[in-house]
């Protein structure tokens, strides 16, 4: 069984670029949520997605996005990079809303630097 | 936004002792999780609980869904080396695992 990966690990962007995060959700998981993660805070939900459309978000701004593919796996997209923006981007795959939620499974996330 | 208080914000305790943190919310949740993260991996889910007044035990880890399901507590017996690191409440108003909300982490140092 695979787990969650996601690319790039390391990510260095100037401000007001543009980024792309990807992610595989772990066999056998269609959904897919994504998570800023402040150092020294706790995860903050973005969205979730499954059967490739948006199902929830939270308290972020237009400039993020997301797509979900036919495979299950998910972009997150950030337009116009704020210094604010630098974080750890956490991925987490999970049954969708059909079957029981037995929790997330995270990535091991990837660390977005905007300078 | 939401806002699970969780406390300690961090312990040292010696090898074997027992632990025990805790997160509250003013919020009533219908799911909660207890999650651990080492530096630089993402977060590892340690239980899950679904009912309130639920006690869910996963080898030396007992966690609890309180009865007023605003709260949660987790407890850590006979602590070792690797029990280290920062663990993280979450919870969630749905029950089919969208939007979590995160606690700010307990950090765990463990004494050998």
């Known amino acids: 069984e695979t787990g969650v990966t996601q690319s790039p690990t390391h990510l260095i962007k100037t401000r007001g670029q543009q980024v792309t995060l990807r992610c595989s959700s772990q066999?056998?998981?269609?959904?897919v949520s994504w998570y800023q993660q402040a150092l020294g805070q706790g995860p903050q939900f973005i969205f979730q997605?499954?059967?490739?459309?948006?199902?929830g978000r939270g308290n972020f701004p237009p400039r993020f996005s997301g797509l979900q593919f036919p495979n299950y796996s998910s972009e997150l997209n950030v337009n116009a990079l704020e210094l604010d923006d630098s974080a750890l981007y956490l991925c987490?795959?999970?049954?969708?809303?059909?079957?029981?939620?037995?929790?997330?499974?995270f990535g091991s996330g990837t660390r977005l630097t905007v300078v | 936004g939401q806002q699970l208080n969780q406390s300690p914000q961090s312990m040292f305790i010696q090898e074997g002792e027992d632990v025990s943190m805790n997160c509250t919310s003013s919020?009533?949740?219908?799911?909660w999780l207890w999650y651990k993260q080492d530096p630089g991996e993402g977060p590892v889910l340690l239980i899950a609980?679904?009912?309130?007044?639920e006690l869910t035990s996963n080898g030396r880890l007992t966690a609890q869904f309180g009865i007023t399901r605003k709260d949660s507590f987790l407890n850590i017996s006979a602590s070792i080396p690797s029990d280290v690191g920062i663990y993280f409440c979450?919870?969630?108003?749905?029950?089919?695992?969208?939007?979590?909300?995160f606690g700010t982490g307990t950090s765990l140092t463990v004494i050998p």
């Open positions: 987490a795959s999970s049954l969708g809303p059909e079957g029981r939620f037995y929790g997330y499974t």
């Open positions: 066999s056998g998981h269609n959904t």
């Open positions: 997605y499954y059967r490739e459309e948006e199902n």
């Open positions: 919020s009533i949740f219908n799911t």
């Open positions: 609980l679904y009912k309130a007044g």
């Open positions: 979450a919870a969630s108003f749905s029950n089919t695992g969208n939007q979590f909300y």
